[in-house]
Structure formats: structure tokens, C-alpha cells
């Protein structure tokens, strides 16, 4: 079997994967790409426009009339030229990007996009459906998960750091609940674990141990399936 050379991180959200993703990548000196900051820019862009995100056709159109850009050196996302990789973490995206991310023709669309990036270099990508649709053929997966409560008060605390003072902790829990139970149960790439891929549940976790463990199995996978790395 032919193997692509991409690091697949999948999880739910506030599971602790952009952490571990952009560590380990870090780690490695390797791209790190975040396909949760393409669909989260996606959402609000056509927010912004006034465009219903419930109707799929009008989505579509607005995906004809739009560039979208990723790891510039300037911007890690941009729409039509805008950085929008600072309001994309606004707790009101997470939403938006729910919802959009259960269109077919806005995945197709990513999908495209994020094969397009990752084509000839090692990265590590993560998502929600890298392991099972975007790369079934990484070399290597993972799926980092945490507690339902624990994703929500790092939510809370990254929000509070922000300056975000009305966040209550309840209402998030039960937003994170929702937001599983929407991505789990799409119809459309669900979240769910790919059945080669090493589960990291980061709820107690000492970040520095995972990270070290991770790099070791990449390197030892990829030394097994002859990437270069």
C-alpha cells in the first residue's frame, strides 16, 4: 500500500488537537495545517454577507465568488484577501462553522483544497474527518479526545483570556454536547475514530509527554513505511 505522507490528528472540539497538532508539527519542523480555520472562515465570510447557510444553493454560489487562502505569511486564513484568523476563535463561530461544515458541496470544496496543500510535503493536518475521508491514507492518526467538561472550561478560560466576560460555563457544556452530537451524527463525514488511528484522551495529560510519545511513533512509522522525514 501506497501510504500519503500526512500526519491525520483528528478529535472533537476543545480536545486539546490544535495543541498537540501545531506542537508536534513544531516539533518536527513540518507544515501544520487547520482545516477547523477553514471551515470556521468559510462560515463567518458568508455570515458577513448575509448569506443563509441553510440554504445550500446560495452557499454554493458564494464558494464560486470567493478566494480563500491559507498559511500566508501574514495570515494563517484570509477571505477574498481579508484575515479573518483572529474572529474565526469567537465563540459565536463555532456555531457557524457547525452548520456549514454539513454541506456536502462546501466539503468537496475543502476537501480539494486541503488535498491541494498537503500534496507534496509532510505535514501534520488536523480535523475531524482527516483519518476517514480527507487522508485514509496517512501514514500515521491519531484521535485526541478529552471530557465533555474539561473541553468546556478550557473553552471558558480561553474565552476569559480574551476578554469574552459574559461566557457561562454551562451554557458551554451544554454547546460542546450539541457540537458532538451535530458532528457525530452528520450524514456528511461524521466525527468518528478511524480504526488504525492511536486514541490520545488529553483530559489529565502532561502536554510535553504527549508530545514526545507522538514524535516517536511518527518517526518510527514513517522510518517503517519509508517517508522521509
Do not use: N
Not at 476569559?160 to 454547546?175: A, H, N, R, T, V
Amino acid at each position: 500500500m501506497t501510504y500519503s505522507s500526512v500526519i491525520a490528528i483528528d478529535g472533537p472540539s476543545g480536545s486539546g488537537k490544535s495543541t498537540v497538532a501545531k506542537l508536534l508539527a513544531k516539533e518536527l519542523g513540518i507544515l501544520y495545517i487547520d482545516t477547523g480555520a477553514m471551515f470556521r472562515a468559510i462560515g463567518l465570510a458568508a455570515h458577513d454577507a448575509d448569506v443563509d447557510l441553510h440554504d445550500h444553493q446560495a452557499v454554493e454560489k458564494f464558494l464560486k465568488e470567493i478566494k480563500l487562502e491559507y498559511g500566508q505569511a501574514d495570515a494563517l486564513v484570509k477571505v477574498d484577501g481579508k484575515d479573518l484568523s483572529q474572529r474565526i476563535r469567537e465563540h459565536h463561530v463555532s456555531k457557524l462553522a457547525s452548520i456549514i461544515s454539513q454541506i456536502p458541496v462546501v466539503r468537496t470544496m475543502l476537501l480539494d483544497f486541503q488535498r491541494s496543500i498537503a500534496k507534496e510535503k509532510v505535514c501534520v493536518m488536523e480535523g475531524r474527518d482527516i483519518g476517514t475521508i480527507v487522508f485514509p491514507d496517512a501514514f500515521i492518526k491519531f484521535f485526541v479526545t478529552a471530557s465533555i467538561d474539561i473541553r468546556a472550561q478550557r473553552r471558558y478560560d480561553q474565552l476569559i483570556e480574551k476578554g469574552q466576560s459574559d461566557i457561562d460555563l454551562e451554557q458551554l457544556i451544554k454547546d460542546v454536547k450539541k457540537r458532538d452530537e451535530k458532528d457525530m451524527g452528520r450524514e456528511v463525514a461524521p466525527l468518528v475514530k478511524a480504526d488504525d488511528a492511536t486514541l490520545v484522551d488529553t483530559s489529565e495529560m502532561d502536554i510535553s509527554k504527549v508530545i514526545s510519545t507522538l514524535k516517536q511513533d511518527v518517526h518510527a512509522r514513517a522510518k517503517e513505511v519509508g517517508i522521509d522525514l
